[in-house]
């Protein structure tokens, strides 16, 4: 079965995106070429899930150019945002419901991009596998936090932790 798997990074306070959304400390840490693995994991998933903010740093900030993604199947949950473009579908509905669906057809594992608007559901009702968070070397003091207060626990087993010129990277799978 396809695996739901949350791939993001965050600042060392705990912060994906600033309070006007954007996401600039999230790079230039290094002008070294490194090879963090993201290629390798991009390669073993065939969809992903964004909420409308991060779609929307997506295409106005970081992807002007060409989108990044050409040969995903690509979701946008969104109230305002309706049909779909060459690059993207966008749902209005429930997000776990929309995950379960998918996790039942045949593919690769599925990339929880962001924010919270889609990670806290999941999240609260346990269907994220495996979490893969980057932290940046950067305290922003304040800004959009990767976690909410949560109901109850979610145990956790590292399965790796690499570093990266100051940055660290940590994966981790549900028990």
């Not at 969104?78 to 995950?99: A, I, Q």
């Not at 932290?135 to 936090?145: A, E, H, N």
């Not at 626990?153 to 010129?165: H, R």
């Amino acid at each position: 079965m396809r695996k739901v798997i949350l791939y993001i990074a965050c600042s060392l306070d705990g912060y994906i995106a600033r309070n006007n959304d954007a996401i600039d400390f999230l790079g230039g840490h290094t002008a070294e070429v490194v090879d963090y693995g993201y290629d390798a994991f991009l390669s073993t998933v065939d969809t992903l899930i964004l909420g409308s903010k991060t779609y929307l740093e997506l295409i106005h900030h970081l992807a002007i150019d060409a989108w990044p993604y050409p040969s995903k199947t690509v979701y946008v949950f969104s109230k305002r945002l309706k049909g779909k473009n060459e690059e993207v579908s966008f749902v209005d509905g429930d997000v776990v419901t929309f995950v379960d669906q998918l996790k039942q057809q045949e593919g690769k594992d599925i990339w929880i991009v962001g924010g919270r608007g889609v990670i806290e559901p999941l999240l609260k009702s346990k269907r994220i596998d495996r979490f893969v968070i980057t932290i940046m070397p950067i305290l922003i003091g304040s800004g959009k936090p990767l976690f909410s207060i949560l109901d109850s626990d979610t145990q956790l087993k590292l399965v790796s932790n690499d570093t990266y010129n100051g940055m660290v990277m940590l994966t981790y799978e549900k028990r």
